[in-house]
């Protein structure tokens, strides 16, 4: 089957994307505006015919802003004036005011659920059922996050005393943060750390990634209408320039980073004072899946094939490697093979697609780097086509067996190519996971409990979750989501999320002097020392 390379007059006229009329638009201390400077064209993975027998192209779907470091620095700035050294209206503002801005933030979301579904498929090349997937669980995020705020606000509510000291402690927000998003979830990857930030009362930066950023701008108006001037900016154009001009000023608090851990190394040593600076990192991972000697087969290739190649394996969470034990090696990667052979080759909107065009320059062909350099190492491609590239796509290949001499033994390819590994002793598996720089997750298949429970124990001090009998994943939300090594910096769910975007403040009295507290709650002087419920 070949790759697919419509007409314009081919695609459906409900899922074509014409070049995006607001491209240019950003947000800046409260004002919508229109860049009209330098901008870098905006391509879609998708590649289009101009006429039948015509040469495909990648169809320019817009053009970014490439902001310069004035540019970042008036982004910089708005939000330093919200913040206003901890007095500003937002920072100073009720919780369920807060909440209540956020809450109208995702009913004004809603109604541009089409617009940023499209852009998803043909900017990154998502698939529709994953585009609105992503899109929806980002409005059950930002109400979740609103659910766990008033919690966390109702525990405040109270007085405790200690060792002859009376003291409330409630959360409060740590100041200006610069946030950073991911191409691959450019709205649920890039929210789970804004909407957090912001509800808990920090002003934002946020940094557009270099692909997947016009997703967000169709929501610029819902952040200018909801909350108040300079609580959100936006900045495009290129990394060092914008965001490394921003932290050299040093008037940044807290770094919300999703990406490479070499990217977020640069971005916290531009900081003049990186002890000050509050970071939260989601970074990169090479999940192991391990198939134990009396594994079922079936469903360790049923999930395998999901947790490798969702979203063409673009994901911190995917399955990178395979270990499979020696006795059922053969077996698996036949089932294996035969299973990825069967997977849709498609374009986004078309039903039952699973491969799809890969978004970023140049990645079909370090992809088939890594794939020949595994052959040059003893490897074979096992599936028919594997590896084929062709423009922005890029067949899935699964490449057995990799040994260690091969880059795709340590390094995350992030993207569709599967690396399968044959080991003897469980030995091999614990010293795999603690030689990798990654430590996020990994997948147990198999059904012996004296097995099975043995190496939980000893991969739970190296790794943040593991997955039993099935793929590797973030959610659900309410789950803590961390890594060590280089896989992470926090903890992100959606109450540790608040958390790690406040801090815990507390104001005390000795016993026997609770009689300014008690005027200070009865004339409602103070925002901060108070114990009615809001909600």
């Known amino acids: 089957m070949g790759f697919g390379y419509p007409t314009v007059g081919e695609v459906p006229a409900a899922h074509f994307q014409p070049s995006y009329a607001g491209s240019r638009k950003y947000l800046l201390d409260g004002e919508v505006k229109t860049w009209d400077g330098p901008a870098t064209p905006v391509e879609s993975c998708v590649m289009l015919r101009a006429s039948a027998g015509a040469a495909p192209a990648r169809h320019r779907i817009g053009e970014l802003p490439q902001m310069d470091a004035a540019a970042s620095l008036a982004a910089l700035d708005a939000a330093v004036r919200a913040w206003d050294r901890g007095r500003g209206e937002w920072p100073t503002l009720p919780v369920k005011a807060r909440i209540d801005a956020t809450r109208q933030f995702a009913k004004r979301m809603i109604e541009k659920r089409a617009e940023c579904v499209r852009l998803l498929m043909w900017e990154i090349g998502k698939t529709l059922k994953d585009s609105e997937k ?4 980002t409005v059950e995020y930002i109400e979740g996050t609103a659910q766990a705020l008033k919690e966390l606000d109702r525990q405040g509510n109270r007085f405790s005393i ?3 000291i009376v003291g409330m402690v409630r959360r409060s927000p740590l100041g200006v ?6 191409y691959n979830y450019p709205l649920n990857e890039t929210f789970t750390t804004l909407i957090p930030a912001i509800i ?22 819902a952040f200018c209408d909801c909350f108040p001037k300079g609580v959100v900016n936006t900045v495009s154009g290129d990394g060092p320039t914008t965001a490394g001009t921003i932290q050299k000023t040093g008037k940044v608090d807290v770094l919300a980073f999703i990406g490479s851990s070499r990217a977020a190394d640069i971005l916290k040593h531009d900081h003049p004072a990186p002890h000050r600076l509050r970071s939260v990192l989601g970074l990169g991972a090479k999940n192991p899946a391990f198939i134990l000697p009396d594994a079922d087969i079936d469903l360790a290739v049923a999930e395998g094939l999901l947790g490798a190649l969702s979203f063409n394996g673009q994901r911190c969470t995917a399955l990178k490697h395979f270990f499979v034990h020696r006795s059922i090696a053969d077996a698996f990667v036949a089932k294996f093979a035969a299973a990825v052979s069967a997977l849709k080759v498609g374009l986004p909107w078309e039903d039952g697609a699973r491969i799809t065009p890969l978004p970023e320059h140049g990645k079909a062909e370090k992809l088939r780097g ?11 491609v096992v599936n028919p086509g594997g590896g084929e590239l062709e423009g922005t796509w890029f067949r899935p290949a699964v490449v057995f067996p990799v040994v260690k001499a091969a880059q795709l033994w340590s390094t995350e390819q992030f993207g569709p190519v599967v690396p399968i590994s044959v ?11 603690v030689e990798s720089h990654y430590g996020q997750q990994a997948a147990i298949f198999g059904r012996d409990a004296k097995q099975v429970g043995p190496l939980v124990d000893v991969l739970a001090n190296q790794l943040c979750r593991i997955n039993l009998n099935t793929q590797c994943q973030r959610g659900p939300d309410s789950f803590p989501f961390t890594g060590r090594k280089d896989s992470a910096e926090g903890t992100l769910s959606i109450t540790d999320a608040l958390r790690v975007f406040s801090i815990r403040a507390m104001v005390a009295v000795k016993e026997g002097g609770e009689q300014i507290v008690t005027d200070m709650l009865m004339q409602r002087s103070s925002k901060f020392v108070r114990t009615d419920f809001l909600f």
Do not use: I
Request: charged content about 30%; proline content about 7%; hydrophobic content about 35%.
């Open 134 to 137: 992503e899109f929806d669980r």
């Open 200 to 221: 808990m009362g920090n002003p934002v930066v946020m940094k557009l990634p270099r692909y997947g950023a016009l997703c967000v701008l169709p929501l610029l108006e």
């Open 370 to 380: 890594y794939v020949e350099d595994a052959v040059k190492n003893g490897a074979k």
């Open 423 to 433: 080991y003897d002793r469980e030995g091999e598996l614990f010293d795999y996971v």
């Open 177 to 182: 943060t610069l946030c950073l998003g991911p």
């Open 162 to 164: 200690d060792g002859g």
